[in-house]
């Protein structure tokens, strides 16, 4: 058995108030990472910390881009295990949205028309929690996710999960 982790967060931005209003949930964001460090999570969000609208596939940490500049930013730690299968088959998904990382995009048109329970589908545009539930698809983690999935259907979504750490994640350490 292998593991990863999905880590929910609110870093206080503009668009992650107006997603939290939204949602009604304490977070509004979602990244999956495949070390218990978090050193590298990937996702969907700001290329830049300082641009909030120009985004794609990111790979995140809290000691750089939008989370060191957001030192305040909560989250949720969830751990997972996954088969070895499942954990390669992420791993290599990932490879490829790494490779081809500038010919994926920021879904802000999905962003925008999700609110009114409609699915905008354009091929190689994704935001957070469409791009893990992809990824949870894919290694066939999970097949129930709702089309239109929240950062916090995730977690409520899988089996064999279990928090690991909540707080700001600046303060996250390895458990």
Do not use: A
Request: aromatic letters at 16%.
């Amino acid at each position: 058995m292998k593991k990863v982790y999905i880590v929910l967060t609110y870093s206080g931005t503009l668009l992650s108030n107006i997603i939290k209003m939204y949602t009604k949930k304490s977070y509004s964001h979602v990244s999956i990472s495949l070390d218990s460090s978090l050193s590298t999570m990937y996702s969907f969000g700001r290329k830049n910390p300082y641009i909030s609208f120009l985004g794609g596939f990111v790979e995140e940490s809290k000691d750089f881009g939008t989370f060191k500049r957001f030192y305040k930013t909560k989250c949720r730690v969830y751990e997972l295990e996954v088969t070895n299968k499942q954990y390669h088959k992420i791993k290599r998904t990932l490879k490829r949205f790494i490779k081809n990382k500038n010919g994926y995009k920021y879904d802000l048109v999905g962003v925008m028309l999700f609110p009114f329970n409609i699915k905008f589908v354009r091929k190689n545009h994704y935001y957070c929690s469409d791009f893990v539930k992809y990824l949870l698809n894919e290694s066939k983690i999970s097949k129930t996710l709702p089309d239109l999935t929240k950062p916090e259907d995730i977690p409520n979504h899988i089996k064999n999960k279990k928090i690991i750490y909540e707080g700001l994640l600046k303060n996250y350490t390895i458990v």
